[in-house]
């Protein structure tokens, strides 16, 4: 895969990572379409989502800063911050487990155009329906171990390619109540555990990469970092607004259409 590839897809990653339409699938359906494009593993994949990872921390950072240093400050004035982190720490738990379950399963689907195309429709039904049942809107203070839970398990179900990250733990959220702008950004942090941990699982593979290949690589990182940024504030503009069921549209178009290419 050249440097022009590679920013393409980060550019792609970048701007469908965040908004809800299925980063993932998008990546499958366009490397599909690259002549020749060729990876090993899914290397590339997690390089991209770290990237766009990184703009949620420096989207975030003060959210970010808080949390993590939680534990040590005085309890007075971190308890809230001390009751995010754990309620984060509890839905990576069953997000880790899954993926280290399936792991194998689903990287083996990254090459199957039907399966990612199905999800998408799968993705757009959970967007409409959250966005026609969205509940009165708890806020942080509100989030309870068992939103924490059920997101996490959710999150884990979004490994596979076309489920939206983002648009399936909002939509649950949103159906449980939360408020959109506090669904969205426990939405963020709570991905950045998952993806931290398949980044580490991943570092192994780049030994095994082409000679040359890192570099383009890494440039696809760095523009989903930039383009991530943009795509947060659109995000939350756009969940803010109630404004999800043109992304649900978007999904059963873009699912159907490429599902019928694939029979």
């Known amino acids: 895969m050249d440097t022009l590839n590679a920013i393409l897809l980060g550019i792609l990653q970048g701007l469908t990572e965040f908004l809800p339409v299925s980063s993932s699938g998008h990546l499958v359906i366009a490397q599909t379409m690259l002549p ?6 899914v290397v590339f994949d997690v390089l991209l989502h770290a990237g766009t990872m990184a703009a949620v ?46 792991k194998d399963h689903v990287e083996a689907l990254f090459d199957n155009l039907t399966v990612t195309s199905l999800m998408l429709l799968v993705t757009g039904f959970l967007l409409f329906i959250s966005e026609r049942f969205r509940g009165d809107g708890r806020r942080e203070a509100d989030l309870t171990l068992r939103d924490a839970l059920l997101v996490g398990l959710v999150q884990g179900a979004a490994l596979l390619p076309g489920i939206s990250r983002s648009g399936s733990t909002i939509a649950v959220l949103l159906l449980l109540g939360v408020a959109g702008e506090t669904a969205a950004r426990f939405s963020f942090l709570l991905a950045l555990p998952a993806v931290a941990g398949a980044t580490l699982l991943s570092l192994r593979e780049l030994s095994g990469l082409p000679p040359g290949t890192l570099p383009a690589y890494l440039a696809g ?35 159907g259409t490429f599902f019928a290419l694939s029979l």
């Open 57 to 102: 921390m420096v989207y975030f950072r003060r959210e970010c800063l808080l949390i993590a240093s939680s534990p040590f400050r005085p309890a007075a004035e971190s308890c809230p911050d001390r009751r995010l982190l754990l309620l984060l720490a509890a839905g990576s738990v069953p997000t880790a487990i899954i993926g280290l379950l399936f």
């Open 36 to 41: 020749g494009f060729a990876q090993p593993g």
């Open 221 to 255: 990182a760095g523009v989903a970092f930039l383009v991530g940024m943009i795509s947060i504030h659109m995000l939350l503009a756009v969940v803010r607004r109630k404004r999800l069921v043109a992304f649900a549209l978007y999904c059963w178009l873009v699912g």
